[in-house]
């Protein structure tokens, strides 16, 4: 037999067998094993590298393109899989090589950063993150695949799940911000909306759960920085984002830049086959971030890329994105005898696999529809939806003398270098968000309450220069207006990936701005819109203003949303998912911190020799879990079910809640513990519940809570336990609040 005709034959008699089991496209998991194992059966071992392999297209004014050198891997069946390559046209054509040119026609894998929105950009994470609301979240996450889908992807790099506690880091802007429940609820959320019930639907895609591990605790909030810490923090706060993406079935997870403890992640055993996979059972396929394998290298971990492929490979690394170490290297390291082919044959593997659920053998083009994507880009009902999320997710930091909502009848100055920006207000990772035409500004959201005559705009300074010739303007319509709105913040690269900032105020003369208006027109209130991807240092704002509307960066639909909340149509109801400080001497700063041996007395925080500065108070600007409504929420009569619990037993815990204000609008009730000693400390506070609700005015509710000891375990060094003691408990709007009640855990 030539080598034509046996390469037929094999394929042949998979494809046979492949076409046999096609009828049903729901596939058990059994079916797809026997399918990726009869493949994999005639795979050279090149061909089961090139599976692990993944390059970047470039982006061209026509649209994406492939190097000739990519083209010529895709061609050999030496590519597994693409990033930054959408449309249902160019997917297409690209599919149709793999499929039709390549000896075994396995189709491509196309994967993107669809973080928050893929075309409809809704607000950005941390921002979404404010609304507390999980569905509205899962919704995003659905639209998101929705569009992702009809261009042609499989597969988003999302979510990020690294806590954030360093607002100097530009990356907390992609998460869910510091907290770890709340984290949690989030990252299910994300899984179950672009994962959909079931991946062989054409529009459901891979998720992908990132950065494993630790990537937020960056020393400094400096980028790709050194991160070490305790099994205690990185098993208490760091890992169980992780832990509830593999609980919600995600497909996917990516290494994390950094090293943890002395050991990059792209190279860490521990965390990626001692605890993913054998401590959770994840069986899904690992990626690795962008070029991480070289990196071990300059790490001062690999000798030179071989090592470094060599070092990958082992600790159960899969895919390799953009390094090259693994097409380079993989086969030359068995032959050598420093890798079994197992460890290739399992990487293969579990990429197939993924290609199986997704459908991708039984039609690769399913994703390149191009009619699908006509009838799905920008839908009515998407954009709605992002109108909703950024109203949900504006959160009203302060309220002075009920500076908003505004009235349809009064004249505003609207100032601002964000007042008519489409530029910026998608955020950073848009994915194919639109910066010019689509996205709504703040101006037209405004534009569609108010008259004309109405707005008095300038936009008085850029965001980022010292120009100060737009200053008069702007002063003299403020003094000519009812009332100042001022729209400003940070661009849209001063977050997201290599942004740290070491200065957290609000960037170039936009303060100075505030100033001269606040001196020339006193006796005017202002109100601050922020467009920001990061707690922002605003004690000076927080003086000279008299509203704060934080809308982060709000998305596609973010200037009807934020009008929306502005002129009181949605009652703001978003919380801060993260801390904001007083200055950056406070950083990192967040609400579950440990306690101390000299804690500050609350009736004496500035007593010599406790936990406290000298030049500042502890306390945060705004802290985790605060927000404004227009309306007010009064919460009485905890009732616990009783006072002291077994292991076995469900703590019932209810607050009546009350609106005692002027407007229906929504309330987060969030439920917090505090285990008073434990084998290993404990933080003072930590969210362990909450529920969004809605009260018409002057109506009350009761919120009830369930608390089990499940709720209770932390990593004591040994094993997630529950321990025996007294905790306190409460529920309360925000994270700043004293505990009045207490129970018992009795083992
Ligand atoms: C980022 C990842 C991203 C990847 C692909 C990297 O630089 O850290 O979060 O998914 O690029 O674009």
């Not at 990196?295 to 990958?312: K, R, S, T, Y």
């Not at 737009?470 to 661009?491: R, W």
Request: aromatic fraction near 10%.
């Amino acid at each position: 037999m030539n080598k034509d005709t046996f390469t037929f034959a094999l394929l042949f008699s998979f494809l046979i067998f492949s076409c046999a089991k096609n009828t049903n496209t729901n596939q058990s998991n059994n079916d797809i094993y026997t399918k990726v194992d009869s493949l994999m059966s005639l795979m050279t071992i090149k061909e089961k590298i090139g599976q692990t392999i993944m390059y970047s297209g470039d982006w061209d004014v026509t649209g994406p393109v492939v190097s000739s050198n990519n083209m010529t891997l895709l061609k050999n069946g030496s590519l597994g899989a693409m990033l930054n390559v959408y449309s249902a046209k160019k997917t297409k054509e690209l599919q149709k090589i793999a499929v039709d040119e390549t000896r075994l026609g396995i189709p491509l894998l196309f994967g993107y950063d669809v973080i928050h929105g893929f075309r409809t950009i809704f607000p950005i994470n941390l921002g979404h993150a404010s609304s507390w609301d999980v569905e509205d979240i899962e919704n995003s996450a659905r639209i998101a695949a929705e569009e992702a889908s009809s261009e042609g992807l499989h597969w988003t790099f999302a979510p990020m799940l690294d806590i954030g506690r360093d607002p100097r880091w530009g990356r907390v802007s992609e998460g869910a911000g510091e907290d770890v429940f709340l984290t949690n609820e989030i990252a299910t959320a994300y899984i179950k909306g672009f994962q959909g019930q079931d991946l062989s639907m054409h529009n459901t895609i891979l998720a992908c759960a990132k950065h494993f591990v630790g990537y937020g605790a960056a020393q400094a909030g400096r980028d790709y920085h050194t991160v070490n810490m305790g099994e205690d923090e990185l098993r208490n706060v760091y890992l169980p984002p992780f832990k509830a993406a593999v609980d919600a079935g995600v497909e996917t997870f990516m290494t994390a830049f950094n090293e943890i403890n002395g050991v990059p992640a792209t190279g860490n055993k521990f965390i990626f086959r001692d605890i993913l996979r054998d401590e959770w059972g994840f069986n899904g396929f690992v990626v690795t971030d962008y070029t991480a394998i070289n990196e071990l290298v300059p790490h001062g971990f690999a000798e030179n890329e071989m090592h470094a492929a060599e070092i990958a490979i082992k600790a159960g690394i899969d895919l390799d994105m953009m390094s090259g170490a693994y097409k380079s290297y993989l086969e030359k390291l068995v032959h050598e005898n420093k890798i079994s082919v197992d460890l290739i044959n399992d990487a293969c593997r579990r990429i197939l696999i993924s290609k199986f659920k997704l459908g991708l053998f039984d039609d690769p083009y399913r994703y390149s529809v191009e009619e699908r994507k006509i009838n799905t880009i920008y839908k009515p009902e998407f954009l709605e939806a992002a109108r909703k999320s950024a109203a949900m997710s504006s959160v009203l930091l302060k309220n002075n003398d009920d500076a908003l909502p505004l009235s349809k009848t009064e004249t505003i100055a609207l100032i601002g270098p964000l007042v008519k920006d489409k530029e910026n207000i998608i955020g950073n990772w848009a994915a194919a968000g639109d910066r010019k035409g689509k996205a709504i500004s703040i101006f037209q959201g405004i534009k569609s309450y108010l008259n004309d005559a109405n707005i008095l705009y300038a936009k008085g300074c850029d965001i980022n220069t010292n120009n100060k010739s737009g200053f008069k303007k702007a002063i003299s319509l403020a003094k000519k207006a009812d009332k100042i709105v001022l729209v400003m913040g940070e661009n849209y690269h001063m977050s997201g990936e290599a942004a740290s900032r070491t200065n957290i105020k609000i960037p170039g003369i936009q303060t100075e701005l505030i100033k001269a208006l606040r001196k020339e027109a006193p006796s005017k209130q202002i109100i601050l819109i922020l467009m920001n991807g990061r707690p922002l240092d605003l004690s000076e704002e927080d003086s000279l203003t008299d509203a704060i509307l934080e809308t982060w960066f709000p998305g596609t639909s973010g200037g009807y949303g934020v009008a929306d909340v502005l002129f009181g149509e949605y009652n703001p109801s978003a919380k801060l998912p993260i801390t904001f400080p007083r200055s950056i001497g406070q950083v990192p700063i967040y609400y579950n911190v440990k306690n101390t041996g000299r804690p500050i007395p609350l009736d004496n925080p500035k007593e010599d020799y406790k936990s406290n500065y000298i030049d500042s108070p502890n306390t945060p600007l705004y802290p985790f879990g605060h927000g404004l409504s227009y309306t007010n929420f009064e919460y009485s009569d905890i009732t616990l079910s009783s006072n002291k619990i077994g292991v076995s037993d469900t703590l019932l815990v209810s607050v009546n809640i009350k609106n005692t204000g002027n407007y229906d609008g929504h309330e987060v009730a969030q439920l917090y513990i505090h285990d008073k000693v434990g084998s290993i400390t404990r933080p003072v506070k930590e969210l362990k519940g909450f529920e969004k609700i809605f009260l018409k005015k002057g109506e009350i509710k009761t919120v009830k809570f369930k608390l089990t000891s499940e709720d209770l375990k932390f990593f004591n060094g040994i094993e997630f336990t529950a321990e025996a003691g007294e905790f306190e408990i409460a529920i309360s709007g925000t994270s700043d609040f004293s505990f009045m009640n207490s129970f018992e855990l009795i083992r």
